[in-house]
């Protein structure tokens, strides 16, 4: 049974940081790409960030370039998001997806697996 787990959110200033994991079981993520997502309330849920297979690939939503950036720890079976220099408009909840085919997905519909999320609020 795949289970992915997000932690790492909460209330932090504008200007601040905070790391997000995302911990795996049920499936290795070495051999699946994997994707952060976020939904603000009355929006779309939108990607962030990805990651693809084979981990030659990163790609990054045009608003967190230059501040965020995805890890992946094999090793652990874990997948961060280092976010920095946040501001009010990245506050939502925020995702963790895992899919088995290769390349990057952008969409939230080409990903089979999903976290619960992780409440991320940023404060002026």
């Known amino acids: 049974q795949v289970q992915l787990v997000e932690s790492g959110g909460g209330l932090v200033q504008a200007g601040g940081s905070l790391r997000l994991s995302c911990a795996a079981s049920?499936?290795?993520?070495?051999?699946?790409?994997m994707g952060w997502f976020r939904q603000a309330p009355g929006k779309e849920r939108e990607l962030v960030s990805a990651?693809?297979?084979?981990?030659?690939?990163?790609f990054y939503a045009d608003s967190v370039k230059g501040r965020f950036t995805m890890v992946r720890d094999s090793a652990k079976e874990t997948v961060y998001l280092q976010m920095n220099s946040l501001t009010p408009e990245d506050t939502a909840v925020y995702y963790c997806?895992?899919?088995?085919?290769?390349?990057?997905?952008?969409?939230?519909?080409?990903?089979?697996?999903w976290g619960r999320g992780t409440q991320v609020t940023v404060s002026s």
């Open positions: 997806a895992a899919d088995s085919r290769f390349s990057i997905g952008s969409s939230r519909y080409e990903y089979d697996y």
């Open positions: 049920g499936l290795s993520i070495s051999s699946f790409r």
């Open positions: 990651i693809s297979r084979s981990g030659s690939t990163i």
